[in-house]
């Protein structure tokens, strides 16, 4: 019987002209699966839809459970997907290559090398495995590291490794994507083109689960003749970078550009008159850092950066009880902050947190953060940089992370207890004994906590898993813990991080600049992780102090930082910009007079306020930064210009209009302490000509009479005011 089997598939084989073919048996694993993730079938969008995938046909996210679909395309459906008499005419086939209707669309080219393949395996009898087969080991990229000009190709070899020791050439099976599509695209077949953007790209390949880099350079080639002087080693590492893409970089920027920005940057505020004028008049060598440091050491800094962390850590306020709790935490972070708390102290506080929030404000974290699950994809994302939401289900696609090491990490949050307290809402949250581990979703197995890619911990039941959690993140050889926060820090001042999106640090999404990354990580780390210190480092930095005026050569640069990239201010920052600047200022519910949007503690004033919503203050609902919308768009335009809430800033009584009005100084430096103001810079000797002009024309009133003098100048400072306002100097941090 066997004998006649094998003589029928032969037969079958030579009709279908596939009988020059290697005489190597096919496997589903190894030659079949590779060919429905090339084609797409198990994308997200298609057969590996959650749940039903697609028409009753699912496969699994990228073929990362091989098993399951074997079993979902030769036994499922009675086996209807299959037929190896007629191996061509298996559904298979003739949906993949839509002789009949397919409504993921053509997939397989009839007499292709893939549909040659698929017909065969049907044929030989759907071969899960062959006895003793070799499996995929690892994969390799060729070239691993490569310099291309703009506008260049380079067809690149993908290799894959068995365990066996064979290799073999997978390029045309492999999945190819470029880390920034601006910058280079790659081809289904593995040709990588290079656009007109200089910097570093990388090259993402795929093929049966593994995942390999290709780093691109692509220099702009112009003359570097000459760098600003290095104040530390951020300076080396950027001006090493620039000079090998041959891009030069900007000047240092002017006095009241640096002020303005680093009062921004670090304080959330503008500088006021007063201070630009002393900085301005200073010729003290060291009053920028002087001024650095007043920043850091100011209630400023700590308002500013506990509105970002309160954020990110979802301090929300669902109902009206929830306003202890959200008070509670802001304050204890704001003064973590104020006191300079090392930042691993700050982490650990947190999630090893016990009590109740009266006693112990961190225990609010676990208030809004319930679920085990979700704990752990915070604390992922949040601290360690890694995503490991796709992981609870499946492999993850772009990282080496799996579904065991999702349940390892969630049984560091496995034994946290919780009893209701006296007060409605609030509940004491302590450590139960026993011991702590998870079971895995799909295997029921129990997992003991474990680090990512760490081995398993055997903790004492009386031992709170917590802390060895946090122990493990806080080493210095952690590969996650310390860069994670670099780069958010990093894009907090320049707009983007050396890693985007900023928490998603993975071996496939390389940073541009990896000795910086790895130079300000170890100096963060050495630093006993204060935060203060990488702020005072990243704001000395010649690289932050760059103009933003581009040069003939460096506007198209958007990654090397060869000069500083304008930033729109946050909805907080503006409103409490546009107070300053006006001389008003904005009531909030439950605080005290005078308190700024900066130091709101929760997202409860969003609703009262609604500039904040309309400038994208976030909700807390998550811990991307993603949430923060820091775009324009028109109705922020319309906001700016017609709003009431502005309008009534801009003819405040007693505000800064009236003032200047009724000021006792010559006309030209009223405009100069507007302008002071507004820009952090004396107004230019045009600037002063025009809105003295205009300032001066005489006025009506709404009735269309002639308004008294004093009127008719508030009047025109009141414009003048709104002009200023609605301007990108103004409304961005340059």
Known sequence: MKAFLKAWILVLLAGSGLAAESSRPLSFVNDIQPILTKAGCNAGVCHAKAITGQRGFRLSVLGFEPEEDYEAIVKQGKGRRVFPPAPEESLLITKGAAIVPHTGGKKLEPGSEDYKTLVRWIAEGMNYAQKDEAKLSSISVEPARITMKVKTTQQLKVTARYSDGSNRDVT????????????????EQGLVKTLDIPGNVAVMVRFGGRVSVCSVSIPLGAPVESLPPVKNFI???????????????????????????????????????????????????????????????????????????????????????????????????????????????????????????????????????????????????????????????????????????????????????????????????????????????????????????????????????????????????????????????????????LVEPEDDLRDTNPPTNPDLFDALAKSFVDSGYDLKALVRTIAQSHTYQLSSTPNQHNAIDRQAFSHYYPKRMTAEVMLDSIDMVTGSKTDFADLPAGTRAISLPDNSYNRAAPFLKVFGRPEGASVCECERVQSASLAQSLHLMNASDVKAKLTAS?????????????????????????????????????????????????????????????????????????????????
């Open 172 to 187: 045309r099976l492999a999945l190819f994507e470029a880390n920034d599509r601006a910058m280079a695209e790659a081809g």
């Open 235 to 497: 300076d080396q590492h950027v001006f090493a970078n620039l000079k090998q893409i041959g891009v030069p970089p900007s000047p240092i920027c002017d006095d009241s550009t640096f002020l303005r920005r680093v009062s921004l940057d670090i304080g959330g505020r503008l500088p006021t008159s007063e201070e630009t004028k002393a900085f301005l008049a200073s010729r003290e060598p060291d009053k920028r850092d002087r001024a650095i440091e007043a920043l850091l050491n100011s209630p400023d800094y700590a308002d500013y950066f506990a509105n970002k962390w309160t954020a990110l850590l979802k301090n929300t306020r669902s109902e009206a009880a929830d306003i202890t709790s959200n008070f509670a935490f802001h304050a204890w972070m704001r003064d973590s902050l104020l006191a300079n708390t090392k930042y691993d102290q700050i982490v650990r506080q947190i999630l090893a947190s016990t009590g109740t929030i009266v006693s112990n404000p961190p225990v609010a974290w676990y208030k809004r953060v319930k679920e085990p699950t979700t704990q752990l994809e915070d604390v992922a994302q949040l601290f360690l940089g890694v995503r490991m939401q796709c992981a609870q289900c499946h492999h993850h696609p772009f990282e080496r992370w799996t579904q065991a090491e999702y349940y390892h990490l969630a049984a560091f949050f496995s034994q946290i207890g919780r009893k209701p307290t006296a007060i409605a809402g609030e509940d004491l949250i302590f450590h139960k004994r026993g011991v702590a581990q998870t079971e895995h979703r799909k295997t029921r197995v129990m997992l003991k906590p474990a680090g990512l890619g760490e081995p398993e911990l055997s903790i004492a039941p009386d031992d709170d898993p917590r802390l060895a959690l946090v122990d493990w993140m806080s080493k210095k050889d952690n590969p996650f813990f310390a860069k994670s926060l670099v780069n958010r820090y990093w894009k907090h001042f320049f707009k983007r991080g």
């Open 654 to 734: 007693g505000g800064r209009a009236e003032s200047l009005s009724k000021a006792e100084m010559p006309e030209p430096k009223r405009i100069r302490e507007l302008y002071l103001a507004a820009f952090s810079r004396e107004p230019t000797a045009d600037e002063v000509r025009i809105s003295e002009n205009y300032v001066a024309r005489p006025r009506n009133d709404a009735a269309g009479k002639p308004l008294d003098s004093q009127r008719a100048k508030r009047n025109g400072y009141e414009d003048l005011l709104w002009a200023l306002l609605n301007t990108k100097e103004f409304l961005y941090n340059h």
